[in-house]
């Protein structure tokens, strides 16, 4: 059984064994995730994306020990930590590699670290991730970060549930990454260059810069248009984001500081554009499409005969009925039951 | 209209018509495979993957190019290539890079090359991909290329539907992408070590072959539980397949015989052990299941009532309830109609 009222007092004992049942996706996890759900909403939500070899972990663990640690004299924020790690489509084990934290952050019972795996199912990801950011969410963290590696359309789909989105680069990591590069930056709220005490930070630098410029006027038109379909108050001065592309140092701290000041400059912009709540509205509206599809076949496996099925699926394969009007045939079956 | 007996007689213009319909994902480009599935079956599917800079849209020229000039004497092969690009979430157009295909193939009527955009849905990568895959078998191409970025849910997804699936690797990518090889090199029947005359090809090839030994004992357990529920003839005496790892230089076609002899030997085994009948149960499985959760969707879109769709959503958004308990209310709603 899961203790909920210790881990909404913040007891991380009780709070482990919960992520552990939401990961396992057992039914004890799921009706912990009902009854919580009341006391989310609150978290920031910060999504770190990048390449391997770009540094991001040591990234992530600069920003939590910054929010730990504020400069500018603010209470220390709580830090959830989730890593999402490229896992075996197979064996379902994560390969979670040798993740070394910062000695600063261990034993600070304000950081919580979690190694998440991916699961083999298609959209599987994105939708445990955002189950286990309601869990943080609810036991009371302050601030979420969600670190993925880049490039996939799963790890899209988990920069979109993010409030404010950054995408680590690194020198030197080869030019002909340009193309994954630009599908990757147009979720880019803040760009990062990291290891820029590297050759080719400038480069890489400008680089970005170009691109954020041929970028943009599409980008611009499009939020114009999503806030114009989705905001009640809507006025002709719209308050507009530039990408900022920063340059860091995770392993000295270099650059931290201004890095920082661009998420608290984010986080003012979305509240007083109005994108937050837009935001909010579209991960809503994704998680209770993913979760009504989910159900609606679950509720079909289980009233669907086995036999029926079987032969249907025969004639797919010996390619004798299309898959359209194999799904067809299914759900006149089970409509007319 | 798409003319599908042109399609079917080999017209390449009408072929190219019907896989933009495809790509759109429109009620004609649906119709047309619906027809077209009678017609499919025929193809062997090739899944290329593998990170930017590995060279491996040279490697897939330069397998369609000895597929079409075998060394072996055998008949030519006609080879359609569908290249997955990566491409912006918000845009939705593809950024395709500079594809520089092999002089030697272009004005080939045996050779047909598309290069697809990835769409920003969940899912709707690997199901566009499906239908290209299926446009291509009816059309009569003999080999299918499907070559992806590597890395991400979705690459593995489709990796999944090929019937042989490469993996490529090239020196000095760094280190620190391990992690990721390890995900991605399970799906691999083949490894490439491709740019093998760079220096460092023989650490990587090594450091694959360590991999795969630590891998291996794992997977085989898999395919032998796989088997024994899958296949009717169930014999004690299993068929294995033991990934090798190749060196090939694609600019210049240095290892290319020895792939390709390797590509055959897979597809042999592939038949023998029965493996391939059960990779094409679980594609079939896969597409139907996809497309009974999208379906189910678009009814519940129809007969839903916009105004309580809304009331639901906004107590969601307010966390008053829960999405589990929303999709509840919503499939009571809808199931009492």
Chains 1, 2 share one sequence.
Not at 26 to 38: F, N, R, S, V
């Amino acid at each position: 059984m899961i203790d909920l009222d210790a881990v909404l007092q913040g007891n991380r004992l009780a709070f482990s064994r919960m992520l552990t049942q939401i990961e396992n996706d057992t039914e004890e996890g799921e009706q912990a995730l009902i009854e919580l759900y009341p006391h989310t909403g609150k978290a920031i939500l910060i999504g770190v994306t990048g390449a391997p070899g770009t540094g991001k972990s040591s990234l992530v663990n600069q920003i939590a020990f910054h929010y730990r640690n504020p400069e500018d004299g603010s209470t220390p924020k709580t830090v959830g930590i989730i890593a999402v790690d490229p896992s075996s489509p197979f064996s379902g084990g994560a390969i979670l590699g040798d993740r070394i934290r910062m000695k600063s952050l261990s034993g600070d019972p304000g950081v919580y670290i979690r190694s998440m795996a991916s699961r083999g199912s298609l959209g599987g990801l994105a939708n445990m991730t955002i189950g286990m950011v309601h869990a943080f969410d609810a036991a009371g963290f302050d601030v979420i970060l969600v670190e993925t590696v880049g490039a996939g359309q799963a790890e899209v789909d988990i920069a979109r549930l993010a409030h404010t989105t950054l995408v680590v680069e690194a020198p030197g990591l080869g030019d002909d990454i340009q193309a994954i590069k630009a599908g990757i930056m147009e979720i880019a709220d803040i760009l990062v260059v990291n290891k820029a005490d590297r050759p080719g930070a400038e480069h890489t630098e400008r680089a970005l810069k170009n691109m954020l410029q041929l970028a943009h006027p599409q980008l611009r038109r499009k939020f114009i248009n999503n806030h114009n379909d989705n905001l009640e108050n809507n006025s002709d001065e719209i308050n507009l984001w530039e990408t900022p592309v920063m340059k860091t140092v995770a392993t000295t701290g270099e650059g931290l500081p201004e890095l920082m000041h661009q998420l608290r400059k984010h986080r003012d912009y979305l509240n007083e554009s109005g994108e937050l709540r837009y935001k909010l509205r579209n991960q809503i509206s994704f998680e209770l499409k993913h979760k009504l599809k989910n159900e609606m076949l679950n509720r079909f496996n289980k009233k669907i005969d086995g036999q029926f099925y079987k032969e249907i699926f025969d004639q797919v394969l010996s390619r004798k009925l299309s898959p359209q009007k194999a799904v067809k045939v299914f759900l006149e079956k089970e409509g007319g039951e």
